[in-house]
């Protein structure tokens, strides 16, 4: 192995590889992992929550099973889509709102051609950020 890094001193590739197997159980839980040679961190894309981690916090949080805080956000969901489909509004306080709106028939352009075309009406949904979630999630905002 070290022929392939004339540049370093000779073992330091092995000596990464045993401190990594020494501190593995920390080191995976801090988001950084082995691939080959490298160490790479994870990137904040892949860092997200996921629907089973979501709904793990909302067992413990509320101090029910998982059964049940799945049952809860699947009702929420049907609950959210019947709720807009037949009004045109749906509330979550504090996150935001959903909104059915319909959108005018326009004139566009064929990208590939640049034929004029004409766009057809259509209703289309929207989700619309609270004020109060904005401010939590960037605080201070842009000032003129």
Same mark, same amino acid.
């Given at each position: 192995?070290? +022929?392939?890094?004339?540049?370093? $001193?000779?073992?330091?590739?092995?000596?990464i590889?045993?401190?990594?197997?020494?501190y %593995?159980?920390? &080191?995976?839980? %801090?988001? !950084? *992992? *082995?691939?080959?040679?490298?160490?790479?961190? +994870?990137?904040?894309?892949?860092? /997200?929550? @996921?629907? @089973?981690?979501?709904?793990?916090?909302?067992?413990?949080?509320?101090? =029910?099973?998982?059964? !049940?805080?799945?049952?809860?956000?699947?009702?929420?969901?049907? @609950?959210?889509? %019947?709720? =807009?489909?037949?009004?045109?509004?749906? &509330?979550? $306080?504090?996150?935001? +709102?959903? &909104?059915?709106?319909? /959108?005018?028939? +326009?004139?566009?352009?064929?990208?590939? @051609?640049?034929?004029?075309?004409?766009?057809?009406?259509? #209703? &289309? !949904?929207?989700?619309? #950020?609270?004020?109060?979630?904005?401010?939590?999630? !960037? $605080?201070?905002?842009?000032?003129?």
């Amino acid at each position: 192995m070290d +022929r392939l890094f004339p540049r370093h $001193p000779p073992g330091l590739f092995e000596e990464i590889i045993g401190i990594f197997k020494k501190y %593995s159980h920390l &080191v995976a839980q %801090s988001g !950084v *992992y *082995y691939a080959g040679f490298f160490i790479i961190r +994870r990137s904040m894309a892949a860092a /997200r929550m @996921t629907q @089973t981690q979501l709904v793990r916090h909302l067992a413990e949080r509320c101090g =029910t099973n998982n059964k !049940v805080a799945r049952m809860f956000l699947d009702e929420m969901a049907k @609950t959210a889509l %019947s709720e =807009t489909k037949k009004n045109g509004l749906f &509330v979550l $306080p504090g996150i935001g +709102r959903l &909104v059915k709106s319909n /959108r005018k028939a +326009r004139m566009g352009r064929n990208p590939a @051609t640049g034929e004029a075309i004409k766009i057809p009406a259509k #209703v &289309v !949904v929207k989700f619309r #950020v609270a004020k109060a979630a904005k401010d939590a999630i !960037v $605080p201070g905002g842009k000032k003129k």
